[in-house]
């Protein structure tokens, strides 16, 4: 039996249990470390090719991770090799945003996702106040487990800014499409924390909708996605945009108002609605910076105060990205069968 237990180990203590997670880096996987009993995240770190060494991306995640504590940031416990992998490992969280916001009849309360974006706030009001910019807020990078907390992973694409620095030159291919913000979109390479407070914008409209608010294929779709809610830009609302490299070169060819009062007026509260708006300004030096957001009257004065959502594992299992994915997939495929069915029992 206790050869069996240690055949079935994956590293040093660590049993592998399930796949959670296929992203840019391979695969994420549930663990169990065999010896505390306690359910950890193995990331792995794809080597491309050994010849090149470590991949540099994945140090400068693994730098940024050991800098930051917060209990809205995923810790990173500790490294592991084996074989010729090498994997990062986590606390296991049982949910990601993505997961649990297509899920097919699981119901957040208002106060539950209240209580869940404060917590986001929080935690990149950690980041940014230490000089981190995330630069990939979505769904799929929020983990949260059953008792309610949120963590923010996925630090890929992060990376350190200068507080002080105007004229600095980042690269603006960063943050997934669905939730960059226009500034990125018109080709600017100085931005800061606002990059991550759009994103965060986006997650809050999210959070009441399911669905991702800004859907483009490409970056001038998603350009006009974002117009065709909250209107176009101009000097008087957004003062530089036309120092913005691309600017003229994608300039709309009709004005647009915002619609984004009336879209969402049914579906959030006033002051809900007000502060989503203020996350989205298209000009990134009106957006409020995350602090300014945790004081927003949404939290502190409306009804219903935030309260932390507690959720049974039988009831509602586990959900990640991968997970709805795998699901969605595999309900497309039934379907398929089902029509082929249908068109036999049809068929005279
Ligand atoms: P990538 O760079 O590949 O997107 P992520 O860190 O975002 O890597 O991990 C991919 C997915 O794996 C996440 O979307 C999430 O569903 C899952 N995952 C990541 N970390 C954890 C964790 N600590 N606990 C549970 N699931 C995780
Ligand atoms: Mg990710």
Known sequence: ??????????????????????????????????????????????????????????????????????????????????????YMVFDYMDHDLSGILTHPNFVLEQAHVKHLFKQLLSGLNYLHKRGILHRDIKGSNILLNNDGQLKIADFGLARFY????????????????????????LGATAYGPGVDVWGAGCLMVEFYT??????????????????????????????DVDQLPWYELVKPTEEKESKFISLYEKI?????????????????????????????????????????PSWSGDLIGEWHEYESKQRRKKEKQLNKEQEKVTETTEKP
């Open 210 to 239: 399911r669905r991702a608010i800004f859907q483009g294929q490409d970056e001038m779709q998603q350009l006009e996605a974002i117009y065709n809610i909250m209107g176009t830009p101009n000097k008087e609302i957004y003062s």
């Open 162 to 185: 200068n507080k002080h620095k105007s004229n600095v030159d980042y690269t603006n291919r960063v943050i997934t499409l669905w939730y960059r913000p226009p500034e990125l979109l």
């Open 1 to 86: 039996m206790a050869k069996k237990r240690q055949a079935e180990r994956t590293g040093s203590v660590y049993e592998r249990k399930a796949q959670v997670g296929e992203g840019t880096y391979g695969k994420v996987y549930k663990a169990v470390n065999a010896i505390t009993n306690e359910m950890v995240a193995l990331k792995r770190i794809r080597m491309e090719s050994e010849r090149d060494g470590f991949p540099i991306t994945a140090l400068r995640e693994i730098k940024l991770l050991q800098s930051v504590r917060h209990e809205n940031v995923v810790s990173l416990l500790e490294m592991m090799v084996e074989k010729s992998s090498v």
């Open 268 to 308: 959030m509260s006033p002051c809900g609605l007000e502060l989503a708006s203020k996350l989205l300004s298209l000009d990134p030096k009106k957006r409020p910076s995350a602090e300014e957001a945790l004081a927003d009257p949404y939290f502190a004065e409306e009804k219903p105060e935030p309260v932390r």
